[in-house]
Nanobody, 114 residues
Framework: QVQLVESGGGLVQAGGSLQLSCVVS????????LRWYRQSPGNQREWVAT???????DYADSVKGRFSISRDNAKNTVYLQMNSLKPEDTAVYYC????????WGQGTQVTVSS
């Protein structure tokens, strides 16, 4: 049984920082591709960042240089460090694990005030 639980969301002023965490249950974490997505009201869910099992990362242009994805295989946790936050970063943030199929967390709300 694979379960993903996000945490770390909240309310922050523009220019501030937040770190999101996603803890994964199960034994496949270290072999999995991990992604962060986000969805704001009225919009489709959009991809934010990816980290491969070997540590290679990739980012959406909208967050490149501001967000950083990392993973700790010993803790079965993937992180999203978000710096220089903007009001347009306001969304529910979801983590996703890919290993044969996609597994999603329940999401954590991030609100950036101007």
């Amino acid at each position: 049984q694979v379960q993903l639980v996000e945490s770390g969301g909240g309310l922050v002023q523009a220019g501030g920082s937040l770190q999101l965490s996603c803890v994964v249950s199960g034994s496949i974490f270290s072999r999995s591709l991990l992604r962060w997505y986000r969805q704001s009201p009225g919009n489709q869910r959009e991809w934010v960042a990816t980290i491969a099992s070997g540590g290679i990362t990739d980012y959406a242009d909208s967050v490149k240089g501001r967000f950083s994805i990392s993973r700790d295989n010993a803790k079965n946790t993937v992180y999203l460090q978000m710096n220089s936050l903007k009001p347009e970063d306001t969304a529910v943030y979801y983590c996703r694990l890919d290993f044969g199929r996609a597994y999603w967390g329940q999401g954590t709300q991030v609100t950036v005030s101007s």
